[in-house]
C-alpha cells in the first residue's frame, strides 16, 4: 500500500566554490561575492494533505535539526501560505541527510525545496524571482537554495546572478563531524578585503577559511587530506565550514576517507 503523498521534493546540499568576504556593514553583516552550486546529493521532502501545517523529520541528521517548532521548513510554508493566500495545508515529512552547521546549507537548502514543492502544489502562482523574496525573508542563503542551481552570489549571498554551469563536475565532501557556527568565523575575519572574485573561480578562495581553522584547527586535516587525492582538480573549504569539497573532472574515484569523518561522494548539479 503506497502512502498519498501528494508531492516530493528534493533539497540538494549547496556549496560555495568560492566565497570573498569584502567588508563588514554597519548592521554587521558582511559584503559577499560567491559562486554557489549545488550537488546531486541532499535531503528529502515530501508533503501530504492534512487540517494544519505540521512538519517530521527522519534520517540520519535527524537528531540534529533542532526544535521542529523553529524549523526554515515551517516558516517557509507559513510564508508560503502568507503571500499567497492559499489554504491548503499539509504534513512535511523531510528526510535529513545534510549535516547541520556544516558549510551546506542544510536548513537553507530545505526552505528552498519546501518553497519550490508547495508552490507546485498550489499550482505555479509565484515565479521563481517571488519565490525568493520569499526565501530572502527566511535567510540569506535560501534565495539561492530556491534557484539549487549555479549563481554568482553579491551582498550577503542574497543578490544573485546567472553563472556558467559546472554539472558533471564529482565532488566529494567530507565533515571532520565538528559543528562550526556560522557568527563566530565571521567575527573572527581578519577584515582584510583581498579583492573581488572575477570569472576563474578556480584561482580564487575562501575567505572564511583561515578563520575557521583557527576555530576547527582540523579543518586544516581534512584540506591537505582531499588536496592529496588522485585526480582532484580544486579542495576548498564550503561556507563557513566544516565541510570541505573535492573536485573532479569525472566521477569520484574509490577513496578511503578517515572513519571519523562524514563524507558524501556525489556529482554537481
Request: negative net charge.
Amino acid at each position: 500500500m503506497t502512502l498519498p503523498i501528494a508531492g516530493v521534493e528534493g533539497a540538494p546540499a549547496k556549496i560555495n566554490l568560492a566565497l570573498h568576504v569584502r567588508r563588514r556593514r554597519a548592521d554587521g553583516y558582511h559584503e559577499l561575492e560567491t559562486l554557489f552550486a549545488f550537488t546531486r546529493f541532499g535531503d528529502r521532502l515530501e508533503a501530504e494533505p492534512a487540517e494544519d501545517w505540521s512538519l517530521e523529520v527522519s534520517g540520519p541528521m535527524a537528531g540534529a535539526a533542532g526544535p521542529l517548532v523553529d524549523n526554515l521548513v515551517l516558516r517557509a510554508a507559513r510564508a508560503f501560505a502568507a503571500e499567497t493566500g492559499w489554504r491548503a495545508r499539509y504534513v512535511l515529512r523531510l528526510e535529513k541527510r545534510i549535516p547541520v552547521a556544516a558549510g551546506l546549507g542544510g536548513g537553507s537548502a530545505d526552505a528552498g525545496a519546501a518553497l519550490r514543492l508547495l508552490n507546485r502544489l498550489a499550482g505555479a502562482p509565484l515565479g521563481e524571482a517571488a519565490l525568493e523574496r520569499i526565501g530572502a525573508g527566511l535567510g540569506a542563503d535560501v534565495p539561492a537554495c530556491v534557484r539549487s542551481r549555479t549563481a554568482r552570489g553579491v551582498g550577503v549571498g542574497e543578490g544573485l546572478a546567472e553563472a556558467q554551469s559546472v554539472a558533471g563536475l564529482g565532488v566529494l565532501l567530507v565533515n571532520p563531524r565538528v559543528p562550526v557556527p556560522t557568527g563566530p568565523v565571521f567575527k573572527a575575519w581578519d577584515g582584510v578585503d583581498r579583492g573581488p572574485l572575477d570569472a576563474d573561480w578556480r584561482a580564487a578562495r575562501n575567505d572564511l577559511e583561515a578563520p575557521a581553522i583557527a576555530l576547527q584547527p582540523v579543518i586544516a586535516e581534512v584540506l591537505g587530506w582531499l588536496r592529496g587525492l588522485p585526480g582532484v582538480s580544486l579542495a576548498r573549504m564550503s561556507g563557513s565550514g566544516a565541510t570541505s569539497f573535492a573536485l573532479f573532472d569525472g566521477p569520484v574515484p574509490e577513496v578511503q576517507v578517515p572513519s571519523d569523518w562524514w563524507s558524501a561522494a556525489t556529482e554537481l548539479l
